[in-house]
T-cell receptor
Framework: AQSVTQLGSHVSVSEGALVLLRCNYS??????LFWYVQYPNQGLQLLLK??????LVKGINGFEAEFKKSETSFHLTKPSAHMSDAAEYFC??????????????FGGGTRLMVKP | DTGVSQDPRHKITKRGQNVTFRCDPI?????LYWYRQTLGQGPEFLTY????????KSRLLSDRFSAERPKGSFSTLEIQRTEQGDSAMYLC????????????FGSGTRLTVV
């Protein structure tokens, strides 16, 4: 079974400060990992994904994440927060090709607040 | 690529009524998923279609829930005899058989049962 833990349901940063959202996963097979962002009353938008290529993954809007197998982590970072980054962020894990359905298992989410 | 479309965006219904939601996936995607998201939680998997075949169903999908994907195109999710606990955002997503690129999610249907 796969699972995702996001440490910190709420994170508050000042505009221009570093953003760090934590994600730890559990998977019995090499995982595919994703970060999604959700704005109020909207669906989920893919920020970035890890699919066993480079361990440092760059995504949209200046976000990046590093896959660390030894720590079973896939933390999301952005060097300088912008007010428009305020949203809910979800980390998700999926099985590799061949896993029927390629189902995503999501963490509980982290709400990012950006202070002016 | 017009994205994944869901209809309606919002639905308010009285307890005990039946509701039906529609999802139109990206046309070349043969996989379609339904997820449910309650307030303050991450999405939870409900069911999965490959083309017209429903291949997986979560234990969350009680007998009151039924999903179809006729002809492998759009999908419908019906909830019969709605309960207040069914209030949630219902998200549809689609993907292709290729290396997972992450799903493309629709904007969701927010259901409120009063």
């Amino acid at each position: 079974a796969q699972s995702v833990t996001q440490l910190g349901s709420h994170v508050s940063v000042s505009e221009g400060a570093l953003v760090l959202l934590r994600c730890n996963y559990s998977s019995s097979v090499p995982p595919y990992l994703f970060w999604y962002v959700q704005y109020p009353n909207q669906g989920l938008q893919l920020l970035l994904k890890y699919t066993s290529a480079a361990t440092l993954v760059k995504g949209i809007n200046g976000f990046e994440a590093e896959f660390k197998k030894s720590e079973t982590s896939f933390h999301l970072t952005k060097p300088s927060a912008h007010m428009s980054d305020a949203a809910e962020y979800f980390c998700a894990v999926s099985g590799p090709i061949g896993n029927a359905g390629n189902m995503l298992t999501f963490g509980g989410g982290t709400r990012l607040m950006v202070k002016p | 690529d017009t994205g994944v479309s869901q209809d309606p965006r919002h639905k308010i219904t009285k307890r005990g009524q039946n509701v039906t939601f529609r999802c139109d996936p990206i046309s070349e995607h043969n996989r379609l998923y339904w997820y449910r998201q309650t307030l303050g939680q991450g999405p939870e998997f409900l069911t999965y279609f490959q083309n017209e075949a429903q291949l997986e169903k979560s234990r969350l999908l009680s007998d009151r829930f039924s999903a179809e994907r006729p002809k492998g195109s759009f999908s419908t999710l019906e909830i019969q005899r709605t309960e207040q606990g069914d209030s949630a955002m219902y998200l549809c997503a689609s993907s292709s058989n290729r290396v997972p690129r992450g799903y493309t999610f629709g904007s969701g249907t927010r259901l409120t049962v009063v």
